[in-house]
């Protein structure tokens, strides 16, 4: 006959060993440092979207969550490669600057005597990230809900457009890019850091990746023809950079004079 403790008696009959009060909130509260270990690493997607204004859900993945997460998703990339493009690009604005898609604010930082500037993104959240980035203190920013294919502006308003990983996500460049050229006045610049398709064997692979991607990221496209369709859109190319494996590029592209 097997003899059991008075302990295991006790608790098959329904009664439960109190712990100490201290005890108790340990278990009941995580500790500071799993805390702090859990807000610095969020759960967040193995593909981090390269930021659009396209459609902002993926699969249950709502707009806040998404726009929280973000910044810490793009931070590696960042670090190495988009930061020093943002550096240079986004000081060549000038005059009253439209940006598009702006995110949470990742190119704030750069711009330099622009006379004004208008920041979009269709995403509240986002838009509430970015108004608390740092920005030079004499920049006049307005901020907006606004979508890149429906842009709630005048014919003609502004001097310069801006746009960082916005065309990989929208649902279509094309009438993303027809609207940035009517808000652009006569030889106005559109200013672009995104990432293409890749030639060759990358390309393929980009191909492949893509559905899982729009997944997700929120609708981000690893294989659009970027530059193809700024020159479609009635642009003139000036200038194109590709670089890390040509797979991002920087276009300064101007919209035809209006002929004297």
């Known amino acids: ?48 979207k390269t930021r659009g204004s396209g459609n902002l859900k993926s699969g249950n993945l709502k707009m806040g969550k998404f726009a929280d997460n973000y910044d810490t998703c793009m931070r590696p990339l960042e670090r190495r490669i988009f930061a020093a493009r943002r550096r240079r690009l986004i000081p060549l604005a000038t005059g009253d600057v439209l940006e598009v898609g702006g995110g949470t604010g990742a190119n704030l930082p750069f711009y330099r005597g622009v006379r004004s500037l208008t920041f979009t993104d269709p995403d509240p959240a986002m838009l509430r990230i970015a108004q608390s980035k740092p920005r030079p203190t004499d920049l006049p ?56 398709r890749p030639p060759g064997l990358l390309g393929y692979v980009a191909d492949a990746l893509t559905p899982l991607q729009k997944r997700l990221a929120a609708g981000c496209h690893l294989n659009r023809a970027t530059r193809r369709a700024v020159a479609e859109a009635g642009f003139v190319i000036e200038r194109e950079t590709l670089s890390a494996l040509d797979i991002v590029a920087e276009i300064e592209a101007t919209t035809a004079p209006t002929p004297s």
């Open 1 to 48: 006959m097997k003899i059991l403790s008075r302990h295991r008696l006790l608790r098959r009959a329904g009664f439960r060993k109190r712990r100490p009060p201290d005890r108790q909130a340990a278990c009941a509260a995580p500790d500071a440092t799993q805390t702090a270990r859990t807000r610095a690493f969020p759960k967040t997607p193995l593909i981090c």
């Open 141 to 196: 920013v307005t901020f907006r809900a606004a979508a890149a294919e429906a842009l709630p502006f005048p014919d003609a308003g502004f001097d310069t457009v801006v746009v960082t990983l916005v065309l990989c996500s929208v649902a279509s460049p094309a009438r993303a890019l027809a609207e940035i050229r009517r808000v652009l006045r006569p030889g106005g610049a559109l200013l672009a850091l995104e990432h293409i």
